[in-house]
């Protein structure tokens, strides 16, 4: 079959591999029929996750047709549509009792790898380095999906992929990350990181109750969906007169917005193609002495008492303003997302239409064109926000 294949830093082919096959009861096998690319899929893009190795495939938002089922999978049937949560879970362990699925014990077979390499082992994931279960993922013709009998959740009848993909992965994050922010009615809530995430993390901020959402980028297409889809006040923080404290500070009339969230990450990627304008954002967000420099601004810009709720990844980060994090009483929540705690009743409001996943894709494209899917993504060009990949 047909997969996309990691090959180093900035190399991603479409490469010939052997199709996925059965290796445990509790596995099926699914034909992907459409998949995304994650700003995830960035870290590993851009080289900063190890335990990658050359032909590793890559993907972990994908959904599509069950063609192979393991004898103990007993909840789908051959030809079932699914949505496949991007982290891994048993189902049965401590922590996939308490819903904290992406905490799964179970799940991750390389767990020795990731505590030697982090200190910590989160639950398997799907094409996301050798550390997180070297499973590999679904930008792909076929993948094996492990604890078929707890991830996969079927499509119900008359939506369409792109309605639902999202679901995989990007949609629950920012559900989860609005959720973690403990919105109070009418609160205003900044969100760092126009990207999918972000964007999903605006659009769910009034789901909670929102009374004001206050968007953080500087790409003009991300901050216009932001303010089109997200209904959302925006800061381009390459144009702000001060600083973004400063500008938020302004809006919310000295106090600083009450929850904050950071939808940026660790390494912002795609910041230009030229030294100079890398030269110009380092300069707008304090890298090199402030990393990192979008969760250091949420936890300054916070007024005293709030929460910040941090989807954005951080694998190997962990330079943390602790003296405003404590003097300012700010709760912290954060975490990959608990996926399946979602599907349910996320696939619910897609269907009365309360949340249009699919108005965020602005490209798509055949598998084949993976690679420049992945430059057009990181480099924001073309007004990108989402691309959707068929194989
Ligand atoms: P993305 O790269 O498309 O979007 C990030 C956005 O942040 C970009 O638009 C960029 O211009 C903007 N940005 C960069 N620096 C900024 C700054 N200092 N202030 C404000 N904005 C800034 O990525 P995405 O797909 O939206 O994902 C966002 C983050 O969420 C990534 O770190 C990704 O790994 C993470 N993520 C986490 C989970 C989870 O389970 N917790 C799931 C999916 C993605
Ligand atoms: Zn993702």
Redesign the pocket.
């Known amino acids: 079959m047909k997969a996309l294949c990691w090959h180093g830093k900035g190399d991603v082919r479409v490469d010939t591999v052997p199709d996925p096959k059965i290796e445990s009861p509790r596995d099926a096998v699914i034909k992907v029929t459409s998949t995304a690319i ?3 899929d ?2 590993l893009f851009d080289g900063y996750m190890p335990t990658m190795e050359a032909g590793d495939v890559l993907g972990h938002e994908f959904m599509g047709e069950v063609v192979e089922l393991g004898s103990a999978v007993t909840n789908l049937q051959k030809g079932d549509r699914v949505v496949v949560p991007f982290t891994m879970a048993c189902g049965a362990c401590f922590f996939c009792q308490k819903q904290l699925f992406s905490c799964c014990d179970n799940s991750n077979p390389n767990a020795k790898v990731a505590e030697e390499a982090m200190g910590h082992s989160p639950s398997g994931l799907f094409g996301y380095s050798h550390m997180l279960g070297g499973f590999a993922g679904g930008q792909a013709e076929y993948v094996r999906v492990p604890f078929a009998d707890v991830g996969p959740y079927k499509v119900p009848d008359g939506l369409a992929d792109e309605k639902v993909l999202f679901l995989t ?2 949609l629950p ?1 920012g559900y989860m990350a609005a959720e973690q922010a403990d919105i109070e009615p009418g609160e205003t809530v900044a969100v ?7 964007q999903f993390a605006i659009q769910s901020a009034w789901l909670f109750g929102a009374g004001r959402v206050i968007a ?4 003009p297409e ?1 901050l216009e969906m932001a303010k089109r889809l997200g209904k959302a006040e925006t800061i381009d ?1 390459m144009n702000v007169k001060d600083s973004v404290y400063d500008r938020l500070q302004e809006m919310t009339k000295g106090r600083g917005p009450d929850r904050c969230i950071d ?3 660790a390494e ?2 795609g910041w230009g193609s030229t030294p100079a304008v890398v030269d110009r954002v380092k300069a707008a ?1 304090g890298v090199g002495t402030d990393r990192p ?2 969760l250091r ?1 949420a936890i300054m810009c916070c007024r005293k008492g709030g929460t910040v709720s941090v ?3 951080y694998s190997f980060v962990d330079q943390m303003p602790m003296g405003a994090f404590i003097n300012k009483s700010l709760v912290m929540k954060t ?3 608990h996926v399946h705690r979602y599907l349910k009743p996320l696939m619910e409001k897609i269907q009365k239409g309360e949340i249009d996943p699919a108005a965020i894709i602005t490209h798509r494209l055949p598998l084949a064109d993976a690679p420049k899917g992945y430059k057009t ?1 990181r480099d ?1 060009q073309d007004g990108c926000v989402k691309v959707v990949l068929k194989p």
């Open positions: 994650c700003g995830s960035l870290h992965d990007i994050t760092w990181g126009c990207g999918p995430v972000g953080i980028d500087r790409v991300r923080f939808a940026v990450g912002a990627h967000v420099a979008a601004q989807p954005g990844v975490g990959q997302t993504f924001k």
